[in-house]
Nanobody, 125 residues
Framework: QAQLVESGGGSVQAGGSLRLSCTIS???????VGWFRQTPGTEREGVGN????????YYADFAKGRFVISQSDYKSPVYLQMNSLKPEDTAMYYC???????????????????WGQGTQVTVSS
């Protein structure tokens, strides 16, 4: 059973950057890691995902060009580098682990089995 811990959240002004980390302890070397975010009263929104060890991430439209998901090797943390942050990026950010959905990583919350506790990101204008 995978255990995930996020870190790196905080407060930043609009236009700034933050790097979130997702540390995963698990016996399985290959799986999908997804990043999601959620604001109060809304459903979790997918930010992007990566299949560990391959280096080929997927991004939601709002994240393209601003966010980068990376991992050095399949045993290292998965990072979410967020640049040019906007006030609307304010949310609780979660990482999650799960199996492939067909040939790709899933984009929905329901595709992931294990979740971290979340880390808060606040962007002020």
């Amino acid at each position: 059973q995978a255990q995930l811990v996020e870190s790196g959240g905080g407060s930043v002004q609009a236009g700034g950057s933050l790097r979130l980390s997702c540390t995963i302890s698990d016996n399985y070397p290959r799986y999908c890691v997804g990043w999601f975010r959620q604001t109060p009263g809304t459903e979790r929104e997918g930010v992007g995902n990566i299949y560990t060890g391959t280096g080929y991430p997927y991004y939601a439209d709002f994240a393209k060009g601003r966010f980068v998901i990376s991992q050095s090797d399949y045993k290292s943390p998965v990072y979410l580098q967020m640049n040019s942050l906007k006030p609307e990026d304010t949310a609780m950010y979660y990482c999650a682990a799960g199996p492939l959905v067909g040939p790709n990583c899933g984009r929905l919350e329901s595709h992931y089995n294990f979740w971290g506790q979340g880390t808060q990101v606040t962007v002020s204008s």
